[in-house]
């Protein structure tokens, strides 16, 4: 390994009450991330994807009625002609 190149162990967090709560450290010791929780991390990956295809799904509503409009329309003027 080089000299200057980083070396990551994962190893529980000694300040937490929790046994499944892991810390990224580098060679030296220093955390290199904030604490993963799993539960925790799903739980908000979880609302996260959640607001997300909601959006999604509020969004492909408008696109969808505005091209039904958009069909009355064009059928409007075909008529009319």
Request: no cysteine; charged share 20%.
């Amino acid at each position: 390994m080089n000299e200057g190149a980083t070396h990551h162990n994962v190893k529980k967090d000694s300040n937490s009450n929790h046994n499944n709560v892991k810390v990224l450290t580098n060679k030296y010791g220093g955390m290199v991330g904030m604490p993963v929780n799993s539960d925790v991390s799903n739980s908000v990956f979880r609302s996260m994807l959640d607001e997300i295809l909601q959006d999604f799904k509020e969004s492909m509503k408008q696109d969808i009625q505005n091209m039904h409009l958009e069909i009355l329309r064009q059928f409007q003027i075909q008529k009319v002609i």
